[in-house]
């Protein structure tokens, strides 16, 4: 491959195995993949140039060892930069949150619900649960938090979201900075699939844990994706492999072996926490709801990959 945007990944990004095998290539520059990225990116922002690539492919790799399905060839920092600020523009995103497309008012309950269960799982102390939203996107999750009484720090790279954050009581953590603080809570919410080197990155957050701390870890659903490869990238089903932004996809498996390896534990999951709008339009769909939460739970539990966990 010889293309100035991209990098290769020679190993697994959670095990380090060379033990994988490539389950899907698709050129960038073939038809089916340009039509794929203009279809995705025109309503959010848009890709002006697409010789940015020219000789690479979209490759899915599984590794033998964890069984983490990882894209090989990922943006360098540059194009991760242009495609968090250009094919996606912060602006336009903001406007969807806030404009009325997305339901603020059921989001905001569910992530109340979700504050909630994470302070449950920490042990009372005298001062202000700390809590970091690793990723916070435009601070939702956060205000909540700071409603919650915690001691309220968020990391992230879009300096429009930065600036909303912060005007917004958000206190606003460098992650060179990370070190110097100890976290009683830390959020990755959507966050993990996007990293290039996850590892790392959840080796990094649990130093700045305290004794009793957890990480909650959310990421989309990837068990059995592998079934679904046949289908158009369009696909629902595909959206834990997405071209370009969701260069890891976890399992359940996958996503406890690299918390295995850090020497931390599941202790919870976070599904089934609060009605969708759905379930909560009539009797059955409460009724479903009840089912999956107080009798389902254990399966949901073994399959769930929106966990929380802490140190042993």
Not at 125 to 133: R, S, T, Y
């Amino acid at each position: 491959m010889k293309n100035d945007f991209f990098v290769e990944r020679s190993v697994c990004p959670i095990c380090g195995s060379k033990d994988a095998i490539c389950i899907l290539s698709i050129p960038f520059d073939s038809d089916v993949m340009i039509t794929y990225l203009k279809s995705f990116y025109n309503k959010q922002g848009g890709i002006r140039d697409f010789s940015i690539f020219n000789s690479v492919s979209y490759e899915l790799m599984q590794c033998g060892c964890c069984s983490l399905i990882y894209q090989k060839f990922i943006p360098d920092d540059n194009l991760m930069y242009k495609l968090y600020e250009e094919f996606i523009d912060p602006e336009i995103k903001k406007r969807e949150v806030f404009g009325g497309k997305v339901n603020l008012s059921n989001h905001n309950r569910l992530l109340s619900k979700e504050i909630e269960y994470l302070i449950k799982k920490v042990p009372e102390k005298k001062e202000p649960i700390k809590f970091l939203d690793y990723g916070m996107g435009w601070g939702l999750l956060c205000k909540v938090a700071i409603s919650y009484k915690c001691d309220t720090y968020g990391t992230e790279l879009s300096t429009s979201k930065i600036e909303y954050a912060k005007n917004n009581g958000v206190k606003v953590v460098l992650f060179e900075e990370l070190e110097k603080y100890r976290f009683d809570i830390i959020n990755l919410s959507d966050v993990l699939e996007h990293v290039s080197e996850p590892y790392l990155l959840i080796d990094k957050l649990k130093k700045v844990l305290t004794v009793n701390g957890i990480i909650r870890i959310s990421v989309p659903w990837g068990n059995n994706v592998d079934q679904f490869l046949s289908m158009p990238l369009f696909s629902r089903e595909l959206n834990s492999v997405a071209p370009l932004e969701h260069i890891n996809c976890f399992s359940s498996e996958s996503l406890r072996f690299l918390a295995k390896r850090l020497n931390m534990k599941a202790i919870g999951a976070l599904d089934y926490i609060y009605y969708s709008t759905n379930e909560n339009r009539n009797y059955m769909g409460r009724f479903k709801f009840f089912i999956k939460r107080n009798i389902l739970h254990p399966y949901y539990y073994r399959i769930s990959t929106n966990l929380m966990f802490k140190k042993i």
